[in-house]
């Protein structure tokens, strides 16, 4: 699932549990959750869905050699490459580019280019070493030469300049020490970017206060998605200085200058950035309707392909998944703090209990099991189910893995603006997200059957209701739980997963989700943690509302209110 958090703030996080080294059976004696193994033999797959035939495919998707599956890397290209030998086994019609299952994103990686430099005062600074460039992308505005000028400090809003005094300048900002009296580095970049839309450039005299960890990861490809030309305004350019070259710009150190005052110097050179195209791929595949006049109209299932990659410093898998279950219970979506005294008491109870289990496991791979490898891997098993029937739905199934969906709904946002199909012929969308936990110490009112519905309403009373006939017909009955459908939610769910792209141009959508969970986002969110039985029962369902879906003898109908489709997404 989507996150609008930058993805520096995992890097960022610093958690206090180098000492805590535990075991992978966390929690085990208090909660009644048991892990299966850390691999896990492929056995060949079945016409029916099962847990033996997704925990096979899991297994397969989230494994470490798909190196969290980011898109724009070669982990990415692995992962839909599985994908696409699946389906093309299974005998579905493809429905990508050209006559093949990928629809090719316009992604790329975006890179300093050689020989960027900038000059001051006839002297020469280099990047990476005296001043850290960040990619504010392919909108930045380029400069030749600019007059430098004092901006204020940051998070001073007395002491800043204001915005119609940067315009055509190149600023530079200071940042205060923190509350402890130590240098700190951090400012927000988008909104200095925004405030300061019509300079030159912004220069944050902050670099040497920033950890090397961090250095080393700004310093990697930014990866975008390219916009219509002309789409994005013009942005200033951004970067971090040394101490040294802020004092050249100004001609001697921050403390004491008055805001707004020129140096008299100028600054010139560029910072241009060179792109290349980076691997971004949907998957998109039918299976053919049986009925000769409703095939033309399609019922979508979709997941999404990509994880958020991985980290280059490992960490103690098992004291890191500890420290969240007390601390951190919803994973990223809990923001990062230290732990109590009590806390870290109850922490490492725990460890202390199970350290004797198993040795130590340094992890560096976001996995993404179930995020969303569960909801990929569902998709691929209601494909066989469907395929395999001797009776097909009248209406065509659309099949489809977004890429992207991490960095933004990259891939459901272009293949609705960009369909494959005709898009008024999809009459819903049935977007699968995270299906494979749901335990009671994963989410509140969670247990065997739990399942949180959005959207399933919010544009089609009829769906809603189907869903829930559906659901009675089932072999056990479901938990659903509607709550973070509530308009305005903090966690705003309705807008941070794929079927958002489809509902803004009016299709009915229903997001299937078992909820957040300790390893959301973590390094630890691994096959040997999925409820496969609730994998398979939650995927049976989506099967079978599909095939209800389907098989109507109208399309469903929209009573509620269409969204402006270029708008944003308001729950």
């Given at each position: 699932?989507?996150?609008?958090?930058?993805?520096l703030?995992?890097?960022?996080?610093?958690?206090s549990?180098?000492?805590?080294?535990?075991?992978?059976?966390?929690?085990?004696?208090?909660?009644?959750?048991h892990?299966?193994?850390l691999?896990?033999?492929?056995?060949?797959?079945?016409?029916?869905?099962?847990?033996?035939?997704?925990?096979?495919?899991?297994?397969i998707?989230?494994?470490?050699?798909?190196?969290?599956?980011?898109?724009?890397?070669?982990?990415?290209?692995r992962g839909?490459?599985?994908?696409?030998r699946?389906?093309?086994?299974?005998?579905?019609?493809?429905?990508?580019?050209?006559?093949?299952?990928?629809q090719?994103l316009?992604?790329?990686?975006?890179t300093?280019a050689?020989?960027?430099?900038?000059?001051?005062?006839?002297?020469?600074?280099?990047?990476?070493?005296d001043f850290?460039?960040?990619d504010?992308?392919?909108?930045v505005?380029p400069?030749?030469?600019?007059?430098?000028?004092?901006?204020?400090t940051?998070g001073?809003?007395?002491?800043?300049?204001a915005?119609?005094?940067a315009t055509g300048?190149f600023i530079?900002?200071?940042?205060?020490?923190?509350?402890?009296?130590?240098?700190?580095?951090?400012?927000?970049?988008?909104?200095?970017?925004?405030?300061?839309?019509?300079?030159?450039?912004?220069?944050?005299?902050?670099?040497?206060?920033?950890?090397?960890?961090?250095?080393?990861?700004?310093?990697?490809?930014?990866?975008d998605?390219?916009?219509a030309?002309?789409?994005?305004?013009?942005?200033?350019?951004?970067?971090?200085?040394?101490?040294?070259?802020?004092?050249?710009?100004?001609?001697g150190?921050?403390?004491?200058?008055?805001?707004?005052?020129a140096?008299?110097?100028?600054?010139?050179?560029s910072?241009?950035?060179?792109?290349?195209?980076?691997?971004?791929?949907?998957?998109?595949?039918?299976?053919?309707?049986?009925?000769?006049?409703?095939?033309?109209?399609?019922?979508?299932?979709?997941?999404?392909?990509?994880h958020?990659?991985?980290?280059?410093?490992?960490?103690d898998?098992d004291?890191?998944?500890?420290?969240?279950?007390?601390?951190?219970?919803?994973?990223e979506?809990?923001?990062?703090?230290p732990?109590?005294?009590?806390?870290m008491l109850?922490?490492?109870?725990?460890?202390d209990?199970?350290?004797?289990?198993?040795?130590?496991?340094?992890?560096?791979i976001?996995?993404?099991?179930?995020?969303?490898?569960?909801?990929?891997?569902?998709?691929?098993?209601?494909?066989?189910?469907?395929?395999?029937?001797?009776?097909?739905?009248?209406?065509?199934?659309?099949?489809?893995?977004?890429?992207?969906?991490e960095?933004g709904?990259?891939?459901?946002?272009?293949?609705?603006?960009?369909?494959?199909?005709?898009?008024?012929?999809?009459?819903?969308?049935?977007?699968?997200?995270?299906?494979?936990?749901?335990?009671?110490?994963?989410?509140?009112?969670?247990?065997?059957?739990?399942?949180q519905?959005?959207?399933?309403?919010?544009?089609?009373t009829?769906?809603?209701?189907?869903?829930?006939?559906?659901?009675?017909?089932?072999?056990?009955?479901?938990?659903?739980d509607y709550?973070?459908?509530?308009?305005?939610?903090?966690?705003?769910?309705?807008?941070?997963?794929?079927?958002?792209?489809?509902?803004?141009?009016?299709?009915?959508?229903v997001?299937?989700?078992?909820?957040?969970?300790?390893?959301?986002?973590?390094?630890t969110?691994?096959?040997q943690?999925?409820?496969?039985?609730q994998l398979?029962?939650?995927?049976?369902?989506?099967?079978?509302?599909?095939i209800?879906?389907?098989?109507?003898?109208?399309?469903?109908?929209?009573?509620?209110?269409?969204?402006?489709?270029h708008?944003?997404?308001?729950?």
């Open positions: 699932m989507h996150l609008a958090r930058a993805r703030t995992r890097a960022l996080v610093t958690i549990v180098a000492s805590l080294i535990g075991c992978p059976r966390l929690l085990s004696a208090q909660s009644g959750t892990e299966l193994p691999k896990h033999d492929p056995q060949p797959t079945s016409a029916n869905i099962t847990p033996a035939d997704l925990m096979t495919r899991l297994y998707f989230a494994d470490d050699s798909m190196q969290g599956r980011r898109v724009g890397t070669e982990g990415h290209r839909t490459a599985y994908i696409e699946e389906v093309r086994r299974l005998g579905l019609a493809p429905a990508g580019d050209s006559g093949g299952y990928f090719n316009p992604v790329f990686e975006r300093l050689a020989t960027q430099t900038l000059n001051v005062g006839g002297a020469s600074f280099r990047p990476w070493i850290l460039p960040r504010n992308g392919p909108s505005r400069f030749t030469t600019a007059p430098v000028v004092f901006g204020g940051w001073d809003t007395a002491t800043m300049i915005p119609e005094t300048k530079v900002i200071a940042v205060p020490d923190g509350p402890d009296g130590k240098p700190r580095w951090q400012v927000n970049r988008i909104l200095l970017t925004q405030y300061y839309a019509g300079a030159a450039g912004i220069a944050i005299a902050s670099l040497d206060a920033m950890d090397p960890r961090t250095r080393q990861l700004l310093t990697e490809p930014s990866v998605l390219r916009t030309e002309g789409a994005l305004p013009a942005v200033p350019a951004f970067l971090y200085v040394t101490r040294a070259m802020s004092d050249a710009l100004l001609g150190p921050t403390r004491g200058l008055t805001r707004g005052k140096s008299g110097k100028t600054v010139s050179g910072l241009r950035f060179s792109e290349t195209p980076a691997p971004a791929r949907n998957v998109v595949a039918i299976l053919p309707g049986s009925d000769p006049m409703l095939k033309e109209e399609y019922v979508a299932i979709g997941a999404h392909n990509d958020i990659g991985f980290n280059h410093e490992a960490v898998h004291s890191l998944r500890a420290f969240n279950a007390v601390v951190r219970p919803g994973g979506d809990d923001a990062p703090r732990a109590t005294a009590d806390e109850r922490v490492r109870a725990i460890l209990s199970l350290r004797r289990l198993h040795a130590p496991r340094r992890d560096s976001y996995n993404g099991a179930d995020d969303d490898g569960s909801g990929t891997v569902a998709v691929l098993e209601i494909a066989e189910a469907l395929a395999s029937a001797p009776v097909k739905p009248k209406r065509s199934i659309l099949f489809i893995w977004h890429a992207g969906e960095e709904l990259w891939g459901s946002e272009y293949f609705t603006d960009h369909p494959t199909v005709p898009r008024d012929s999809i009459v819903t969308e049935l977007n699968i997200d995270m299906i494979g936990r749901g335990r009671a110490d994963d989410v509140k009112g969670g247990g065997p059957g739990y399942v519905l959005i959207g399933s309403r919010r544009l089609s009829e769906l809603g209701d189907l869903v829930e006939s559906v659901a009675k017909t089932e072999p056990m009955p479901f938990k659903f709550q973070y459908d509530a308009n305005g939610h903090p966690q705003q769910y309705y807008c941070r997963s794929d079927h958002y792209e489809y509902a803004r141009y009016g299709i009915p959508i997001f299937f989700s078992t909820g957040g969970h300790r390893d959301y986002h973590q390094v969110d691994e096959p943690y999925i409820d496969y039985d398979a029962r939650v995927s049976s369902l989506v099967r079978d509302v599909a209800r879906a389907a098989n109507i003898d109208h399309r469903l109908v929209v009573d509620k209110h269409k969204p402006d489709p708008g944003q997404c308001v729950q």
